[in-house]
């Protein structure tokens, strides 16, 4: 299982967010390319960007911060989501030497593009799907819908998607721990994607226990900036 640090992005800013509430955020630091060397030099082999202005407004923010990360790290895969709604945007991110893109409020909005980035981009694309209350939430998690996040990812592996990375917002940020069954779950329900974990994995004995479930890959956030998890140790359980 891959151990992917998060970098989330507001104005050019390292932060996080309290469970998806853009005005609980935490500012970490205000050189995001600093923390992805500090995670390259740990081991990391993927990082985890997201682009929280432009998840918000639907217009990519944080473009050059991401330039200088991938510039930090040449090694190091990048995947961003973040504000991508159409082709130019996919394009944009490929050009700047993304290795994934991830689609989010796109891919419950607009199947036909999704299925287009889909079969465009194979394996270099994925969905992201951030649940509240077993919902899909969109627009940077600030607005909610009806469709059931389970069934979704379900229609997402339907339409050729093979990376889904699956959120529970109310354990993001929160470093109480995250939603175990819901990745049992996923990953017993739903044969031939990569399921990637993330929200509010906080301890080696979670790790452990996604790893064994047979979960693709774990982001983690807060407890690697606040030191309640080591890069290196979380690395070497996963294995």
């Given at each position: 299982?891959?151990?992917?640090?998060?970098?989330?992005?507001?104005?050019?800013?390292?932060?996080?967010?309290?469970?998806?509430?853009?005005k609980?955020?935490?500012?970490?630091?205000?050189?995001?390319a600093?923390?992805?060397?500090?995670f390259?030099?740990?081991?990391?082999?993927?990082?985890h960007?997201?682009?929280?202005?432009?998840?918000?407004?639907?217009?990519?923010?944080n473009?050059?911060?991401?330039?200088?990360?991938?510039?930090?790290?040449?090694?190091?895969?990048?995947?961003l989501?973040?504000?991508?709604?159409?082709?130019?945007?996919?394009?944009?991110?490929?050009?700047?030497?993304?290795?994934?893109v991830?689609?989010?409020?796109?891919?419950?909005?607009?199947?036909?593009?999704?299925?287009?980035?889909?079969?465009?981009?194979?394996?270099?694309l994925?969905?992201?799907?951030?649940?509240?209350?077993?919902?899909?939430a969109?627009?940077?998690?600030t607005?909610?819908?009806?469709?059931?996040?389970?069934e979704?990812?379900?229609?997402m592996?339907?339409?050729?998607?093979?990376?889904?990375?699956?959120?529970?917002?109310s354990?993001?940020?929160?470093?109480?721990g995250?939603?175990?069954?819901?990745?049992r779950?996923?990953?017993q329900?739903?044969?031939?994607?990569?399921?990637?974990?993330?929200?509010?994995i906080?301890?080696?004995?979670?790790?452990?226990?996604?790893r064994?479930?047979?979960?693709?890959?774990?982001?983690?956030?807060?407890?690697?900036?606040?030191?309640?998890?080591?890069?290196?140790?979380?690395?070497e359980?996963?294995?």
């Amino acid at each position: 299982m891959l151990i992917i640090p998060a970098i989330d992005l507001i104005d050019g800013k390292a932060v996080r967010l309290y469970q998806g509430d853009y005005k609980k955020s935490r500012i970490f630091g205000d050189d995001p390319a600093a923390f992805a060397k500090r995670f390259y030099d740990g081991g990391a082999k993927w990082l985890h960007l997201v682009d929280l202005d432009g998840a918000r407004s639907a217009n990519q923010k944080n473009l050059k911060s991401v330039q200088r990360i991938i510039t930090a790290v040449p090694t190091t895969d990048v995947e961003l989501g973040g504000g991508i709604r159409d082709e130019d945007a996919v394009t944009r991110c490929f050009a700047l030497g993304v290795s994934r893109v991830i689609l989010g409020t796109a891919a419950l909005k607009d199947r036909e593009f999704t299925a287009r980035m889909v079969k465009a981009h194979g394996e270099k694309l994925a969905v992201g799907v951030d649940a509240r209350d077993g919902r899909v939430a969109t627009e940077g998690w600030t607005e909610g819908s009806d469709a059931d996040s389970i069934e979704f990812c379900k229609q997402m592996r339907d339409l050729g998607v093979r990376h889904i990375i699956y959120t529970d917002i109310s354990k993001d940020g929160a470093g109480k721990g995250t939603n175990l069954p819901v990745y049992r779950r996923l990953t017993q329900e739903i044969k031939g994607v990569c399921i990637t974990a993330s929200g509010g994995i906080s301890s080696l004995d979670e790790i452990k226990a996604l790893r064994d479930m047979g979960v693709y890959a774990s982001i983690l956030g807060s407890a690697l900036y606040t030191g309640a998890v080591e890069l290196e140790k979380a690395i070497e359980v996963a294995e």
